[in-house]
């Protein structure tokens, strides 16, 4: 019988332990090797005093410190007591870490010039582009269709790249039509939904790329060479969601089969599923911490605490919810298909500020869209708000659906430095429906995915609209 | 291969996470910002879910639920897969109420049904009279056609007492507008007994009868059925009739 090999992790800042002999090598025969194990766990009971959180966070600062040194910061300025500008980094990270948004860009946008200025849109796609994201340098976005296509879009000349990824090809991909038979015979819809793509990621390092949509995989992609990493398979229904946990490797995805799974791309490994929702998993979206929400169509939103193995229930009042932005890294937007756009916080189990109707169609009769109210979803897939996105730690959001515009929100901040209101600024024209929508990291610009079609099915349809990626600048006043 | 991205340790992080190693084993203490916010309690297993996802807020350790907690989000456990059978949206859940005994929905007062019911009496058992009186012609069968004279009685019975309890009603409503009038015109009120108030309904009833021809035929059937009830004080040997 193989000895089973148990290699204890050493702790850090203390000698290795000595390991167990392995059975091939000439090994101290006369070290039991039961013997041995108790001589260790005797070892770590002796030990008692284990470093404490307090230690650990001190002497992890004070190597985090070595290190911005190390890195060649400049001269200090007059008032930080730390050299160069650490003092200043550390603040904003601090800030950040806090939840308050350090830069103010929703004052600085020029409503009048942005609005008048017509963005670009990189005709990328056959069908309708379900999700586009952004790297964190806003020089590259990718953008994913409906027909499993992925487009790589350079925000400054415009220029595309296309590659497909789905396990279903091309050719299976395109509706097929039987000869006779009722309808619902003729048209087959599931081909076409199983090849579609629905969400894509980008890690903050520009390094890889994740999509994934009806195939039930989640592929992932060296976002340079365009070269599959692996696909995951695991999921139990089409892919709905993913997001890369800034800094790392870490992706979490989400899909209709009611679950969000967590991957570890460098490992290749599947790490771990999140039970909970009661219906399908619509929008996903994690920050830094290891912390992930998600919104789905059972009327919730829920903030997964990996660490703790739970998660934390917020309930929307009869509002499907569409997609989920975070705001700050408690603080987070959701569109639904009610219309209405809605800013929650992680301490209240009710929104804290919503706008109903935040896209009402201009044809509508006040009679009609009051009635719209309750939950139901609007009659109109025009008005159902199928994207958010939010600068990051600033007050700057936007919002798309199928009315041809994409708005742009001030998010006011209340009595604790915390958003609590959600003011008008713009509206950018934006033909089609916005299925996915980023805004840049310096709030230079907007970038969404708009197409003829709602992302998840054909509730409706604007033809005479281009598919593909919209690029439109935002002016900011300095 | 691809290396791997070397977390780097930011102040971020060291905000949100703690470690302490324990001896037994790994427990991952509180994060720095959450002790401020919600109410503290053992870390890592949430506590278990209710049935159909009602999961409640934390109960703090006073056992007392704070006015904090009860705005918070609820919180459960993300490691219990979910059921099949499952509710997809928050149900209302209907609840029964008795009428009779719910104080909620208030006390029954029979004049006032009566009022507020009254289209029953004017329009819908006449219908029902009307339909039944039809359906007895058409069908055919000695029990069935038993059973619709049943309900054709049972509906006539009905209106007929609504309509006698609407005369008593009305003449009881006479008296005590002219009574109200006198007290207006300055005499002292005066408030008729229960049985001169049944002595006068007979009266008039008597008054009815004899102008509709029916006086003689209502008192014989009268006369009969008192004495049918009057032959119970009859001596045993005298109660069969001689043979």
Redesign the interface.
Known sequence: MALIKRRKVS?PGKAPKRRRPEPDQEADLDTDIWGASEEEASD??D??A????EE??LR??K??LQ?LRAEGAEDSDGGDQLPGGIGAA?RD??L???GQQSRKLADRIDSTATASTSGRVSRCHWQPATAVTLTADDSKAYSVCKHGQIAAVDIETGKWTSFRASSVSKKQAAVTQARDGPEWVKHAARAAGKAALLAAAV?D?G??LAVGGGDRFVHVF?ARSHEL?KSFPGHRDAVTGLAFRQ???ELYSCALD?TVKTWN??DRTYIDT??????EVLALDVL???RALSTG???TCR???I?????????AA?MALDCCRYVTGTEWLTGSSDGSLALWT?????PVAIIPHAHALPSADPSTVAADTDGAAGVDARSWIQSVAAAHNSDLAASGAGNGCIKLWALRSGKGGRPEKLDDITSIPAPGFVNGLQLAHSGRFVVAAVGQEPRLGRWGRIAGVRNGVLIHQLSLQD | MFARAQEQPTLAMLAEQQEVKTAVGRKRARTAEEPSELPSRPTAKATRVPEGEAAAAQPPQDGKPSAKSKHRPAEASSKRPVKRLREVVEGTSSTHRDPRFDTMLGSFSDDKFKKRYSFLYDENLPDEQQELRKSLKKVKGAETQQSLKQQLKDVQRQIAEEQRRRASEKTAAEQKGQEREAVKAGKRPYFLKASERKRQALVQRFHELKSSGRLEKVMDKRRKKVAAKDHRLVPRGRRTAPT
């Open positions: 702790q770590e009971q030990e008692g284990v470093e404490t959180a650990k966070r992890i600062a190597a985090y290190q550390l990270q601090a950040e870490a806090l890690s390092d390094q890889l060296d990493v800094g790392t490797h009611r791309i460098d999140l039970f909970g929702h009661q219906a830094r911490a290891e169509h059972d009327h903030v997964w605490k660490a703790d193995e739970s998660q934390l229930i917020c309930r009869g992680q301490f209240k189990k009710k």
